[in-house]
Nanobody, 122 residues
Framework: QVQLVESGGGLVQNGDSLRLSCAASGGTFSSYSMGWFRQAPGKEREFVAAIRRSGSRRYEDSVKGRFTISRDNAKNTVYLQMNALKPEDTAVYYC????????????????WGQGTQVTVSS
């Protein structure tokens, strides 16, 4: 059983940066693909970014060039550096862990954090 705890969300202005962290416990962190998803009010949860066990990364098109996902296996932590934030990035951001290499599909993720709110004002 893997437990995930996100942190780092908050209220920022258009163009600002934030770094989200997700600390994992209870499993072999390095064996999981890790992903970030987000859910805006009234919308379905969507894929944002993922980093596989191999270190390869995938991004949703709207965040490419602005967001960077990374992982520190020694600290059992995955990060999401978000730059040039826009109001449309406002959402609850969730960290997730998957034993699969199909890292962009929500259904492949077995473990989820509780989410952290990111609000970008215009």
């Amino acid at each position: 059983q893997v437990q995930l705890v996100e942190s780092g969300g908050g209220l920022v202005q258009n163009g600002d940066s934030l770094r989200l962290s997700c600390a994992a416990s209870g499993g072999t962190f390095s064996s999981y693909s890790m992903g970030w998803f987000r859910q805006a009010p009234g919308k379905e949860r969507e894929f944002v970014a993922a980093i596989r066990r191999s270190g390869s990364r995938r991004y949703e098109d709207s965040v490419k060039g602005r967001f960077t996902i990374s992982r520190d296996n020694a600290k059992n932590t995955v990060y999401l550096q978000m730059n040039a934030l826009k109001p449309e990035d406002t959402a609850v951001y969730y960290c997730a862990a998957s034993p699969s290499t199909i890292a962009t599909i929500e259904s492949s993720y077995n473990y989820w954090g509780q989410g952290t709110q990111v609000t970008v004002s215009s």
